[in-house]
């Protein structure tokens, strides 16, 4: 529970918006209800680059990764405010389409935290997948690896989990280890991307998962700036480095802030790990579809990047999947990634 709490002082602004995140009953929340956002709150304040130390010189790009970690919250703080459907998806369908796939995975975090926390009643996410939650499955995944890093217990038990086959989505399950990996290099940096500190929970392909979501992070933690993120990559070991571009062109492509020319370099600086950028760009773009909010920096980027539309390059996604074997000993997630890597390395030997 500490680690849950550690980030739990409420600026003025956040506790306004909890009220403002409800329905008018929302003056008569349950003791309950007030406790939860009392304990589990997170200041927006966590969300600024000035708060998280990250390295960035441009103001239009702190102003983006800003905007996107507050949106973030915004779902998150939704969720633990109110976990009723009815509730809590019209208000996460009000946030600007170009952002609110964020708003989900904040959502998801918040639902996957609480089933953790109330271990007699833990199907409020999979409620959720079932339903809107679904249309944003990439995200409200990757947000429940948010939540499995704050529970003292979240990786351990969801690993075992995997293990015994006991989750209901062997693919995008893994989806909630790079979600993981993110957090960790949101929150800590300086250990996990400066230091290149191990996760010690984790084992076998866990570590491959965590380094996708990892390498999202450097976008973040380096304010897009292309030659900053090459250099942090390259002070990681080589057999870290595929995954780590594979998480930087899905955070290229799917929350974007620079323009054409920055894209066309971070192209040339991936080297041989092209195809791995590309299948991270694939995958956002496929998210980014699913959701119907496509935006015009993830179709340049899939353009630069892969030489293709968005559509055509969530398409290669799909096509992927077909017959995918999930009885050999590697995972499904990555014969899924490796198929699409192998797609993109092809075109570019015979482009």
């Known amino acids: 529970m500490t680690q849950i709490l550690a980030k739990s002082n409420l600026d003025k602004d956040t506790k306004q918006s909890f009220y403002s995140l409800t329905s008018p009953k929302s003056q008569h929340l349950t003791l309950w209800v007030k406790l939860r956002q009392r304990l589990l709150g997170i200041s927006t304040a966590e969300a600024t680059v000035a708060r998280r130390g990250f390295k960035t010189n441009s103001p239009h790009i702190q102003q983006r990764l800003e905007t996107i970690g507050k949106t973030f919250l915004q779902g998150y703080h939704a969720a633990i405010s109110d976990t ?75 690993l075992k989990e995997m293990g015994k086959n006991q989750f209901p ?124 909010n496509l935006t015009n920096h993830t179709e340049m980027a899939c353009q630069v990047l892969c030489g293709i539309s968005a559509e055509a390059a969530a398409e290669i996604t799909d096509k992927a999947l077909e017959n995918l074997p999930y009885s050999q000993r590697k995972p499904a997630y990555e014969i899924w990634r490796q198929r699409i890597q192998a797609h993109f390395a092809i075109e570019e030997v015979t482009a």
């Open 84 to 158: 009723r459907l009815e509730s809590l998806i019209p208000h996460l369908n009000t946030v600007e389409t170009e952002w609110r796939g964020f708003a989900y995975e904040g959502a998801g975090m918040g639902l996957a935290l609480l089933d953790g926390l109330t271990p007699w009643k833990r199907n409020r996410l999979q409620q959720f997948l079932a339903d809107a939650g679904g249309e944003h499955i990439y995200m409200v995944y990757v947000g429940m690896g948010w939540a499995l890093a704050r529970l003292p217990w979240g990786i351990n038990r969801y």
């Open 169 to 292: 989505d062997p693919l995008l399950g893994w989806l909630a280890l790079d979600g993981y990996g993110f957090h960790q290099g949101y929150f800590y940096w300086h250990q996990y991307v400066e230091e290149i500190a191990i996760p010690k929970k984790l084992s076998g392909y866990a570590y491959n998962a965590f380094d996708q979501g990892l390498g999202r992070s450097l976008w973040f933690v380096y304010g897009a700036d292309i030659n900053l993120i090459t250099q942090a990559i390259q002070n990681f070991p080589l057999n870290r480095q595929a995954d780590l571009w594979s998480g930087v062109g899905l955070a290229c492509t799917y929350a974007g802030g620079v323009d054409k020319e920055t894209v066309q370099f971070l192209s040339t600086a991936a080297g041989t790990y092209l195809p791995q950028l590309c299948q991270g760009s694939g995958f956002a773009a496929k998210a980014r579809l699913r959701a119907d």
